[in-house]
């Protein structure tokens, strides 16, 4: 069965404070890993989608990378506007559905 | 750009009765979804649609959940008897025909069973 960690589940950042959120997958046979964003109350928003290990996508002040067991995304510089939960999902073998995370919920203070 | 709508926003439904969530997907995908998000929890998968049939479905789909594409448009979840363990988050998602696409997902309907 796959499973999806991420880490921290909350995160706090002051403005212009870089960090990285962590998500740590144990899948049989990776197809494609997914970072979204979800504001509240709303649907999760696409980010990026990693194929494999060493591969980087990088968006504005965000960029994700991936390893054999695991994906970051570092977030460069962060506004207010930056503060949501970001989703970390996989998809695994000839399945279609998306397997998820937790979830990190990061606030940046102004 | 395109993207995937749900209506209604917020459902209200006493416990016992029929409910029917709506979904229009972007309009050239082919592939279609159901997850739910109970409040605090992981989004989870319910089923998917491909072909004018269900391709792949999660134990939480059971008997009392059904999904049909009525048109060449809408795509619908329908919960035959609805239970208070039902209330939570339902969005809707549509992929291309490419295996690995993203999936784009709508905004969700609130479903609170009473």
């Known amino acids: 069965e796959d499973q999806v960690t991420q880490s921290p589940e909350a995160l706090r950042l002051q403005e212009g404070e870089s960090s990285s959120l962590n998500c740590s997958y144990t899948v049989s046979g990776l197809r494609g890993l997914f970072w979204y964003r979800q504001d509240p109350g709303k649907g999760p928003e696409f980010l990026f989608t990693?194929?494999?290990a060493g591969e980087e996508k990088e968006k504005e002040r965000l960029k994700a990378t991936l390893t054999k067991k695991e994906s970051f995304l570092h977030i460069t510089a962060p506004k207010p506007e930056d503060s949501a939960t970001y989703l970390c999902a996989v998809h695994s073998g000839s399945a279609r559905q998306l397997t998820f995370g937790s979830g990190t919920q990061l606030t940046v203070l102004p | 750009e395109p993207e995937v709508t749900q209506t209604p926003s917020h459902q209200v439904t006493q416990m016992g009765q029929e409910v029917i969530l709506r979904c229009v997907p972007i309009?050239?995908?082919?592939?279609f979804y159901w997850y739910r998000q109970i409040l605090g929890q992981k989004v989870e998968f319910l089923v998917s649609f491909y072909n004018n049939e269900i391709s792949e479905k999660s134990e939480i789909f059971d008997d009392q959940f059904s999904v049909e594409r009525p048109d060449g448009s809408n795509f619908t979840l329908k919960i035959r008897s609805t239970k208070l363990e039902d209330s939570a988050m339902y969005f809707c998602a549509s992929t291309g025909g490419v295996q690995n696409q993203p999936q784009h997902f709508g905004d969700g309907t609130r479903l609170s069973i009473l």
């Open positions: 309009s050239n995908h082919l592939y």
């Open positions: 990693l194929y494999s």
